[in-house]
């Protein structure tokens, strides 16, 4: 069977490819948005109205295995060795099939090794890991970019969890989505972070994002001021990241956090995704930076708090938030590598069902 390679015709075959058997499997690292996006610019193709920058996140991974099987009627995907519906994965397969000229059903299986229901952007580690098994299975090598661009329409967030360390999603212009792709913009090992994660509710968030940023778009008075500000947070962090400025990073991002939940706050019907743990977390980083401890926190559409501090204050920060009331669980983590092939895949995290 002669397959495209790269979006190019070239001579590989499927014998080439990783596996030779049309299976690939992957890894790749959740992501914490440091200038959030929230809105899309082309609904179909998912593309965002804003740009974006995260960090990725070593300690959340996703590791999904994708066999593309002549056996199979339907594409069947499993989460943590439990069956789920696959038709967000089926829409990205198809993308992936139209590329590479194949019609075969998948077996798709993923495992996380952290609480899978519990709102920790498992769909961009998810989808990141997914678009890198799925595109290679198929016998696609696509560079990172394009890598991107294909996560990019399971998830937006998933765009970033192609990269490592710190990272910038543009928004594109173009009608056809290509342009709307993150990129690296500085390794982790250049200027190490800690994000400790507080768990303050382990149930899936009540309205998802994408029905959460379709409301916001067509019912908040906040929306154009949030598209106007975009561009000017997205200078002032990608400068803070280029200087090494721990306090404009911490800033910047508190603030993006803040205006993104007045947005949610205001749209109709109102989405109000934090609980009584996560304000008193929110408060309690606050205070921790008046008693010398610097951290900043950060929250994306759940109620978990991140709290972004220096590695060497990070048990410390872990500690307090530990012991704020509503908070269940603590999680601590560096940032992580950019998704990339494995030979197979690790256990789910103990408890997943
Ligand atoms: O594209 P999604 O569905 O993963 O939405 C991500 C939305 C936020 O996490 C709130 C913001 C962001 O930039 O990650």
Sequence with gaps: MRLKYGGRDRSTTVADTIRGDLTAVARAHSNIALVKYWGKRDPALNTPATGSISVTLDALATDTRVSFDPSLAADQFHLDDRPEPASRVSALLDVVRSQAGLTLHARVNSTNNFPSSAGLASSASGFAALALAASR?????????????????????????????????????A?????????????????????????????????????????????????????????????TMRRAITERDFRTLGEEAEHSCLKLHSLMLTTRPALIYWNAGTMAAMHRVIRLREEGLPAYFTIDA????????????????????????????????????????????????????
């Excluded at 200027?191 to 019912?219: F, N």
């Design 137 to 173: 299975a198929a016998g696609l090598a696509l560079t990172p970019r394009e890598l991107s661009v294909l996560a990019r329409r399971g998830s937006g967030s998933a765009a970033r969890s192609v990269f490592g360390g710190y990272v910038e999603m543009h928004a594109g212009t």
């Design 175 to 235: 009608a056809s989505g290509l342009d709307s792709f993150a990129e690296q913009l500085l390794p982790g090992a250049d200027w190490p972070l800690s994000v400790v994660v507080a768990i303050t509710e382990p149930q899936p968030k009540p309205v998802s994002s994408t029905a959460g940023m379709l409301g916001s778009a067509t019912t908040s008075p906040f929306y154009p001021g949030w598209l106007e500000t975009a561009d000017r947070d997205l200078d």
């Design 302 to 353: 759940g109620p978990q708090v991140k709290a972004l501090c220096a590695p060497e204050d990070a048990s410390a920060v872990a500690a307090e938030l530990g012991a704020v009331p509503g908070v269940r669980q603590v999680r601590i983590s560096a940032l992580g590598p950019a998704a990339h092939l494995v030979d197979d895949m690790a256990p789910a995290e103990p408890g997943n069902p």
